[in-house]
């Protein structure tokens, strides 16, 4: 792609980490930098204020959240070395999560420009939610210091079962406001899937905007199919669909009861004001993508 070495920025703390690099430094076309996760947002802008024109990235949806929220706007390109559980990100764009492959990319010429959620002034990639889902995470963050990923998550699952509470939420879509007594909220980015068992999947080349669903049930069993396969896209044994109302918008209101709340963003739990607003910003972060394949000539 350029002659000039691409800035690449990995999270000091990321359990890949240490793969991550010597992947880049194998290749010889990064300059790596390793630092800690509070200082990967400044670092970034530090590089954009220079005039990179491409910037590397390894790790989870979060850490590539992190640097969307520098690059959306401004035209920098964002490449993708995939280092976290579920790569949301990553695979919606078909980049691949074998290092070799994803560096190929990386320095490859095809880009892409995707959209990307705002709720208030923090950004999303792929989803957003409050309620149960909120609660499962940092029921499992608990666990996880105990056990690993996959037990914590089955703990937390049946915790969060047994303790599931609907709340009231006030929902307000042009210029109309809905109330429901829901225990949770989705939102993602793109049109989703509506039925088991790829419920909450992104559609490919679906509508644009922003897919939200709100529950109305209130059995456990199968709101959580819901919370799972929407959010964390793990639940397939769960056959059939929860009640629910879904839309599909560029922005939206929800109205809570309280001053704050937490709020479920590319799977981090953060503390924000309400009303929560959400909107959508089309074409704004350029992504760094595979070459579409090229079309050949068949002869008779």
């Known amino acids: 792609m350029q002659h000039q070495s691409i800035p690449a920025f990995l999270n000091a703390k ?19 930098r390793v630092v800690p996760p509070e200082k990967l947002k400044s670092e970034i802008e530090a590089e ?17 959240a992190t640097a969307a ?30 290092h070799t492959d994803a560096l190929a990319v990386a320095t490859g010429n095809a880009t892409r420009k995707v959209d990307v959620g705002y709720v208030g002034d923090r950004l999303f990639l792929n989803t957003s939610s409050i309620g149960a889902y909120v609660t499962f995470v940092r029921v499992r963050e608990r666990f996880e210091k105990l056990f690993g990923y996959r037990i914590a998550t089955a703990l937390a699952f049946i915790r969060i079962m047994t303790r599931l509470r609907p709340v009231r939420v006030e ?24 039925k088991m068992p790829s419920l909450g999947s992104r559609v490919e080349n679906g509508e644009r905007g922003l897919q939200l669903i709100v529950v109305s049930g209130s059995s456990a069993a199968r709101v959580l199919a819901l919370a799972f396969a929407a959010v964390a896209r793990g639940t397939k ?30 799977g981090e739990i953060v503390a924000m004001e309400t009303p929560l607003e959400y909107r959508i910003a089309r074409d704004s972060l350029a992504v760094v993508v595979p070459e579409a394949p090229q079309k050949q000539d068949i002869k008779g």
């Not at 220079?50 to 979060?62: E, H, N, P, W, Y």
């Not at 939206?252 to 590319?266: C, K, N, P, W």
């Open 171 to 194: 929902v307000e879509v042009d210029g109309r406001s809905n109330t429901y007594r829901s225990p949770i909220v989705f939102v993602g980015i793109g049109q989703r899937e509506l």
């Open 48 to 64: 954009v204020k220079k005039g990179t024109k491409r910037i590397l990235v390894a790790g989870g949806d979060g850490s590539i």
């Open 237 to 266: 044994s769960v056959s059939r669909t929860p009640d629910m109302d879904s839309f599909m918008v560029d922005k939206f209101t929800i109205e809570l009861r309280h001053a704050s709340a937490g709020v479920a963003v590319d």
């Open 69 to 98: 929220s520098v690059l959306a706007g401004t035209g920098v390109e964002l490449a993708v070395l995939p280092g976290g559980t579920l790569n949301h990100f990553a695979k919606d764009n078909g980049i691949p999560t074998e």
């Open 14 to 32: 990321a359990g890949s980490a240490d793969d991550a690099k010597a992947s880049l430094e194998k290749s010889g076309a990064f300059d790596v």
